[in-house]
């Protein structure tokens, strides 16, 4: 089929690890890219063979002959881009999260669904096996009725910049809109929703920390000023709850992998204890016996791509969005789940602020504005 057309738009660390699965897709061509840091601009230019370069986005969007284009920039600036981009007649691919807050990803949705051009975000766990074999359990009715699922996403102590990696955008709020539940709770969280086929949220309450010790000459330098630590509860739509503990920073060690269970079984999606991973596994009673089991992954896997159609169209979120654009597949509700998602983070930075549980409608109401002016 024929390549889709792409233009860049940030060519930092995230879009260099995005232009690390195109060049790995038959079906794709990267043919632009826009920076603001035109020598960097240059040697990703070259490492990668990219025709043309911009330093001003709006410049590379002018051009008919690109069919989409994929926003690797911070959090803030997430909208703003994206939505020129829709306005241009360009289908979007947009790092995760959606956005900075609720409100500004849900301009996004809307605007997409204005121009009529699709928007995916990067949800990369979507595309696991153990995320395809669990799905797949759950349709099959061997959890029975879904009644509560727990989120976990763990790092000692690995907060961006002030532990010494990543950029300080990380963890500004003015930049990134928010810290822990943002940057790595987003794919924790959004495989879920996706594994519980995204319930209404009803109410959300929870509580964030920024307690650990840390250097204060980075803190100073970086304006450390979104939370490192974050906890939440959700009631949905049907009765099904979700409990949420996401990590930069703790004094604990591993944490279990992320958990469904029903009335008929359970799953435990993969984690790490003592320092070791963890498989799916699932969980259930049999002839009056508890149960515990583990699966052949990379048997499902090279059974499913011989007996099933396009199945690499789920190798990877970029695989996915080429898959899609090409009329393979039908394009995963990435952006429906990763609003989602952000409507219960900033729920959850609300109840933090509330000091009380808060319902839906609050968030929608409440949510203010993040975007950075581009």
Same mark, same amino acid.
Request: negative net charge.
């Given at each position: 089929?024929?390549?889709?057309?792409?233009?860049?738009? &940030?060519?930092?660390?995230? *879009? !260099? =690890?995005? /232009? +690390?699965?195109?060049?790995?897709?038959?079906?794709?061509?990267?043919?632009?890219?826009?920076?603001?840091?035109?020598?960097?601009?240059?040697?990703?230019?070259?490492?990668?063979?990219?025709?043309?370069?911009?330093?001003?986005?709006?410049?590379?969007?002018?051009?008919?002959?690109?069919?989409?284009?994929?926003?690797?920039?911070?959090?803030?600036?997430?909208?703003?881009?994206?939505?020129?981009?829709?306005?241009?007649?360009?289908?979007?691919?947009?790092?995760?999260?959606?956005? &900075?807050?609720?409100?500004? *990803? !849900? =301009?996004? /949705? +809307?605007?997409?669904?204005?121009?009529?051009?699709?928007?995916?975000?990067?949800?990369?766990?979507?595309?696991?096996?153990?995320?395809?074999?669990?799905?797949?359990?759950?349709?099959?009715?061997?959890?029975?009725?879904?009644?509560?699922?727990?989120?976990?996403?763990?790092?000692?102590?690995?907060?961006?910049?002030?532990?010494?990696?990543?950029?300080?955008?990380?963890?500004?709020?003015?930049?990134?809109?928010?810290?822990?539940?943002?940057?790595?709770?987003?794919?924790?969280?959004?495989?879920?929703?996706?594994?519980?086929?995204?319930?209404?949220?009803?109410?959300?309450?929870?509580?964030?920390?920024?307690?650990?010790?840390?250097?204060?000459?980075?803190?100073?330098?970086?304006?450390?000023?979104?939370?490192?630590?974050?906890?939440?509860?959700?009631?949905?739509?049907?009765?099904?709850?979700?409990?949420?503990?996401?990590?930069?920073?703790?004094?604990?060690?591993?944490?279990?992998?992320?958990?469904?269970?029903?009335?008929?079984?359970?799953?435990?999606?993969?984690?790490?204890?003592?320092?070791?991973?963890?498989?799916?596994?699932?969980?259930?009673?049999?002839?009056?016996?508890?149960?515990?089991?583990?699966?052949?992954?990379?048997?499902?896997?090279?059974?499913?791509?011989?007996?099933?159609?396009?199945?690499?169209?789920?190798?990877?979120?970029?695989?996915?969005?080429?898959?899609?654009?090409?009329?393979?597949?039908?394009?995963?509700?990435?952006?429906?789940?990763?609003?989602?998602?952000?409507?219960?983070?900033?729920?959850?930075?609300?109840?933090?602020?509330?000091?009380?549980?808060?319902?839906?409608?609050?968030?929608?109401?409440?949510?203010?504005?993040?975007?950075?002016?581009?």
């Amino acid at each position: 089929m024929e390549k889709i057309r792409i233009g860049m738009i &940030g060519v930092g660390m995230i *879009g !260099k =690890a995005h /232009l +690390d699965f195109y060049k790995d897709i038959e079906g794709a061509e990267v043919v632009a890219a826009a920076d603001v840091n035109e020598a960097e601009l240059g040697n990703v230019a070259a490492k990668y063979n990219i025709a043309q370069t911009y330093t001003d986005f709006r410049a590379m969007l002018k051009r008919d002959d690109i069919e989409a284009v994929d926003v690797c920039l911070h959090n803030n600036f997430h909208a703003p881009v994206t939505i020129e981009a829709l306005k241009a007649g360009k289908h979007v691919y947009c790092e995760k999260p959606i956005a &900075g807050s609720f409100i500004d *990803g !849900k =301009a996004m /949705l +809307d605007a997409a669904r204005q121009y009529g051009k699709k928007l995916h975000i990067q949800l990369s766990f979507l595309y696991f096996k153990e995320t395809k074999a669990a799905k797949m359990l759950i349709e099959e009715g061997k959890l029975g009725r879904l009644f509560h699922a727990r989120s976990t996403g763990y790092r000692r102590r690995g907060r961006p910049y002030v532990d010494g990696y990543g950029t300080k955008y990380f963890t500004r709020k003015e930049t990134a809109g928010g810290g822990a539940l943002f940057d790595m709770g987003v794919y924790n969280i959004s495989q879920l929703l996706y594994l519980l086929d995204a319930p209404e949220v009803l109410t959300i309450t929870g509580k964030t920390y920024q307690e650990m010790e840390i250097d204060e000459r980075r803190k100073n330098i970086s304006q450390f000023n979104v939370e490192e630590l974050g906890v939440g509860f959700i009631r949905f739509k049907g009765g099904i709850t979700l409990d949420i503990i996401e990590s930069w920073a703790i004094h604990l060690n591993d944490f279990e992998g992320s958990s469904i269970v029903g009335s008929e079984g359970g799953i435990r999606l993969p984690g790490y204890v003592a320092g070791k991973p963890t498989p799916l596994s699932y969980h259930t009673n049999m002839c009056d016996l508890e149960m515990d089991s583990t699966f052949n992954l990379n048997a499902m896997d090279f059974r499913w791509r011989n007996l099933r159609d396009n199945t690499d169209a789920y190798d990877s979120s970029q695989h996915h969005w080429i898959a899609a654009l090409q009329g393979k597949v039908h394009l995963l509700p990435t952006a429906e789940i990763a609003l989602q998602t952000m409507l219960i983070s900033e729920g959850i930075y609300m109840s933090d602020r509330l000091g009380r549980e808060v319902t839906a409608e609050e968030v929608l109401s409440l949510s203010e504005s993040l975007t950075v002016s581009v």
